[in-house]
Structures are given as structure tokens and as C-alpha cells.
């Protein structure tokens, strides 16, 4: 008997969730991202953990900061409509430091968009969405396996760098079950810090590349949690000097540890001559399109990035000494492909395949446009 | 088995998302398959055109949705005709008779029309047991899943009470084709 199960992609990021010990929910549903919500609405209850729906998506992210300040692993799920709402509460938890999960399970946008539909419309949302200059974490699963270990990893990086993470997934992979083997408890790598008592008020103190303490806000000194920059122990401040050093402190705690953060898979890379650079559920179909190409005597390959933010520049950088052609495809406008031009030098072809009118690209139509850029 | 690709179509509440379910469920769970289902639907929750898309393999399954269907059931007239453009020419082809009266041009399918709601309404009283005639149909033409396997995972699935109807429903969908 297989030790595999059929679950839907939202209900696999529930489950992992509660593996890596998420213990409060605060959300407000919406398509295609309401069965996060839905199965932690059952289960949280019966676990003692915290589920609270909330009248919208300002309020729900406001109440996660507040269970993150005090030592709680929070999460909120949600959608573009959802996730603009969100921004200025991200900002905070940027601001604050303060660690929380955001799921953003996208659909055709802007505005209310096309609900039932998948796009892959909101990456540069997730990078610049909120105001100011400001680290942050985004990953982007696309197989059963990847949803759940990357939603533990989402907690674990968000804990350690005291920091917003933000799991980005496809609408088609959200809504699809799929047969998964949910890890057992012992091989699951979670991450906690250790809450600690506030005893220094300097909190935010510490040296470049250093990540501060994890403290609970509600117990020991107070401390003064504001938007506002702030000096180290979060008291308001413009002074130019302090401004400087915070923003380099909050900026270096992401980017001196991008080696670790960093994740990505190749597939059929080793004497790839074009490259095909997608995510999600665009990575799953240029899979295919990448194994029908090579029966067919085409060395192409597949970089599927499982971080999204920070980009994988030095992989791709390394990748772009040999492969001199380069496909990205994604379900937008145009938004990653910009990455793609600013990483890679002039000698290096690209091309993309770009579409955002709610249908994905089919394996077949990934081949026929990786057959015309061997022309 | 290679990749195998099933597309139910239908209206929203008439119960294909279930019967999809069932099917990978029991692939999974009983043959040790991979599978995916993959439904895709309106924001009219009752009503609008629905369709789920079932794979099945040996292997990990990679892209997730239907782009060659090897199996096409449809039991209304708009999701026929936005839903059939992937079905490949030589697939099985089972459509509702009242309620896809226009069917186009029809390939090298093997076609099935039979009149599925109006026998599930008459036999079996209520068109909520649509899922399971459905996944009995689907077991039948593509034995794509073992008849025992089937039979006894819906006997363990079925709600209380509901066994033996459900049991008639799987017996219906075998004689309708």
C-alpha cells in the first residue's frame, strides 16, 4: 500500500504549516486561497493553536503582527486583491522586524482580476509592493513535495531572519490534489529561536549581518514598535547617521546570508545550450517541454528558481558562461524577464514566452518556441 | 501505464469534481499510482460551465493539466464546446444525448451518447449520485482503475445510509455503456 496521499496544493501548505509549528492564523478567505483558511479553521481549534478570521485583509495581517510580536509563528493566506491590501502592514513587519508567512495564491489581476484563473502576475509585487527600500523573502514552489517543504522553509527563514516571507503559489497548483508522502515529524527541519525576555532595551542593536534577538514585546521592558525609523531600541529617529545604519542592518541580514536563502533546481542542465527559466506551475509545463525537445536531439535545459527574492544572480551569472540562450516564460506581461536581462550580459540571446489571460502554456506550445530559438 | 488524461466536463453542482476526486483517490491509494486532478471552475459556484482534469501515471506527474485527453465525458452543451479543443482524435467520447445536442465535428472518437441525467434522475432518484455513474462510466471504458478497487473504495467513501444507492449508481453507469 502506497504511503502517498491525494491532497489539494492548500490544504498540503495547512499541513505544513502546522508541521512547522504555526501556531496562529489570522485571514480573511478569498479564491483561489480560501482552503488554507478553511483546514486551519478545523484543525488549530482542536490543536489548542489560534484561528481567527478577520473582517479584511489590513485587519488580518495586523492581527498576525501582533501574535508574531508576541513570540507566535503566524501565518495569513490570501490573494493579489488580498495581498494589496497588505502592503502597508508589510511594511511594518519590514520596519519592526517582525516574522510572519504571507501565502499569496495569485489569480489574473490587477484589481479583483480573474478570480479563478492563475497568473503569475505578482512578482514584482512581492518584491517592491510595499514603500521603501526593503528586504525580503519569496518562494515559489510548483510540485506536491515543494509546497510543503517549502512552506516549512518560509517559517524557518522568517524565524531566523526576523523577517516577512511570502509564499508565492499558482492558482492550478493551489486548487490541484496531487498524490504527496507528507514527511514524518522526525524528518522535518524546523527552526525556532528561542523567545527571550527583554532585558536590553537596545533590541535592535547588533552588528551588519547579525540578526537580532527574538524576544516576546508583551513581557520584560517595554519597547516602543513603530513604523517609523527607528534607533536601536525602536525609538523614533531622522537622525541621518542612525537612518543609515538601520537601513544597512535590515538590507545586510537578507543579503549577507543569500547563499542560504537561495534555492533553485535545474533540470537537464549539464551540456544545455538554451536555457528555459520559469516557475511554478510555467517550470512544471516547461518540464515537459524540455524532455520532449531533448527525445527530439535539443540540448536544452530547465532553471526552475525556488527563491524568487533574493534573485538567484550568482547561480544564473554561472549558468550564463555556458548556456548562450535563454527562454523565460511566465504567465504576466513581462515582469521576470527583466531580471533575466539585468544578470545576464548582451551575448546571451533571450526570449520569452509570455501570456496573461488565465490559460497556462501548454508543454507542447513551451517546445514549438524552444524549436524556433534553435533557428 | 504512460501519462493517461481524462477531462469530465459539466455544470457547476452536477458532481464531476467529485468523481474526479474518487478516481485519483483510488488510483493512489489502492494502485499505488501517481495522479492529479485539476478542476477548473467560474465564480458562479452553481450553474457555470465546470471541468476537472484527471492524470494518471506510473511517474511523477509533471505538467498538471490536460493538454492530450484520452477520455472525454460531458453532460452539458457549454462545457462541450469550450472544453473539448484538447481531446485527441482517436479518444473515447461520452456525452449527455438531451444535453449536448450539437456535437460538431466528432474525429475518429469513439463516441458514447446516452441520455446519463435523464437515467440518473429516473434510476436513482437524485442526480447527486451523477459522480458516481460517472467514475463507473470512466472505470469501464478506460479500465483505467480495477472494477474491485473501485467498488470497494466507494462502499467506504459513501455516506451512511447511501451504500447500496451507490452501489445501483456504479451498476447504472456500467449498463449506460
Redesign the interface.
Known amino acids: 500500500?502506497?504511503k502517498?496521499?491525494?491532497f489539494q496544493g492548500n490544504i498540503i501548505v495547512a499541513k505544513a504549516a502546522i508541521a512547522a509549528g504555526c501556531d496562529f492564523f489570522a485571514g480573511y478567505p478569498i479564491?483561489p486561497s480560501s482552503e488554507v483558511s478553511q483546514h486551519l479553521s478545523k484543525e488549530f481549534p482542536k490543536m489548542g493553536r489560534d484561528f481567527i478570521q478577520m473582517e479584511d485583509e489590513i485587519s488580518a495581517l495586523g492581527a498576525c503582527i501582533g501574535a508574531s510580536l508576541s513570540g507566535k509563528k503566524v501565518l495569513t493566506a490570501t490573494s493579489g486583491p488580498g495581498f494589496s491590501l497588505m502592503q502597508e502592514h508589510l511594511g511594518l513587519a519590514v520596519m519592526a522586524e517582525i516574522p510572519l508567512v504571507i501565502v499569496n495564491v495569485m489569480r489574473g489581476g490587477p484589481s479583483t482580476g480573474i478570480?479563478?484563473k492563475p497568473s503569475q502576475a505578482d512578482m514584482m509585487q512581492t518584491r517592491w509592493g510595499t514603500h521603501g527600500d526593503h528586504p525580503i523573502i519569496v518562494l515559489y514552489p510548483a510540485?506536491a513535495d515543494e509546497i510543503f517543504s517549502e512552506t516549512v522553509r518560509a517559517f524557518n527563514l522568517s524565524e531566523k531572519f526576523w523577517n516577512p516571507v511570502i509564499l508565492l503559489l499558482d492558482e492550478?497548483?493551489a486548487?490541484?490534489?496531487?498524490?504527496i508522502e507528507i514527511p514524518e515529524k522526525k524528518d522535518i527541519n524546523i527552526y525556532t529561536e528561542k523567545v527571550n525576555v527583554i532585558k536590553d532595551l537596545n533590541i535592535y542593536d547588533r552588528n551588519i549581518g547579525e540578526n537580532p534577538p527574538r524576544v516576546d514585546f508583551f513581557k520584560g521592558y517595554p519597547i516602543h514598535i513603530d513604523g517609523l525609523e527607528h534607533d536601536s531600541h525602536g525609538w523614533p529617529t531622522s537622525d541621518p547617521a542612525t537612518a543609515d545604519k538601520m537601513q544597512h542592518l535590515r538590507m545586510q541580514k537578507i543579503y549577507h546570508f543569500q547563499d542560504e536563502i537561495i534555492k533553485f533546481n535545474e533540470y537537464h542542465m549539464e551540456d544545455a545550450e538554451i536555457m528555459v527559466f520559469a516557475f511554478g506551475?510555467s517550470a512544471?509545463?516547461a518540464?515537459?517541454a524540455v524532455?520532449e525537445a531533448r527525445d527530439e536531439g535539443i540540448k536544452v535545459g530547465l532553471f526552475q528558481p525556488l527563491t524568487i527574492w533574493p534573485f538567484p544572480k550568482k547561480a544564473l551569472q554561472e549558468r550564463f558562461r555556458k548556456v548562450k540562450k535563454v527562454l523565460t516564460v511566465e504567465m504576466n506581461m513581462g515582469q521576470i524577464k527583466y531580471e533575466i536581462e539585468r544578470v545576464s550580459s548582451d551575448d546571451v540571446m533571450k526570449k520569452t514566452l509570455l501570456r496573461a489571460n488565465g490559460i497556462?502554456f501548454?508543454?507542447?506550445e513551451i517546445v514549438n518556441s524552444i524549436k524556433e530559438f534553435t533557428k | 501505464m504512460e501519462r493517461y488524461e481524462i477531462r469530465l466536463g459539466a455544470v457547476g453542482g452536477q458532481g464531476i469534481i467529485t468523481a474526479?476526486?474518487l478516481l485519483?483517490?483510488i488510483a493512489?491509494?489502492k494502485?499505488?499510482?501517481?495522479?492529479?486532478?485539476?478542476?477548473?471552475?467560474?465564480?458562479t459556484v452553481r450553474g457555470g460551465p465546470t471541468k476537472v482534469d484527471i492524470i494518471l501515471s506510473d511517474e511523477?506527474?509533471?505538467?498538471?493539466?490536460a493538454?492530450q485527453i484520452d477520455c472525454f465525458i460531458c453532460t452539458y452543451q457549454k462545457p462541450y464546446d469550450l472544453y473539448k479543443n484538447r481531446v485527441k482524435d482517436d479518444a473515447i467520447v461520452v456525452v449527455d444525448s438531451n444535453l449536448v445536442p450539437d456535437l460538431g465535428g466528432t474525429k475518429n472518437w469513439k463516441l458514447y451518447k446516452i441520455p446519463l441525467i435523464h437515467e440518473i434522475k429516473k434510476q436513482l432518484g437524485n442526480i447527486v449520485f451523477t459522480s458516481v455513474v460517472t467514475l463507473a462510466i470512466t472505470q469501464k471504458l478506460t479500465n483505467i482503475i480495477d472494477y474491485d478497487n473501485m467498488v470497494d473504495f466507494v462502499k467506504n467513501w459513501a455516506p451512511k445510509g447511501t451504500t447500496e444507492l451507490n452501489m445501483k449508481a456504479i451498476e447504472l453507469g456500467r449498463n449506460l455503456v
Open positions: 500500500m502506497s502517498r496521499k491525494v479564491t478570480p479563478t510540485f492550478v497548483i486548487k490541484a490534489h496531487e498524490d506551475v512544471r509545463a518540464l515537459s524532455r497556462p501548454t508543454p507542447k | 474526479g476526486a485519483v483517490d493512489v491509494e494502485e499505488g499510482k501517481h495522479a492529479l486532478e485539476s478542476p477548473t471552475y467560474t465564480a511523477k506527474i509533471v505538467f498538471p493539466q493538454s
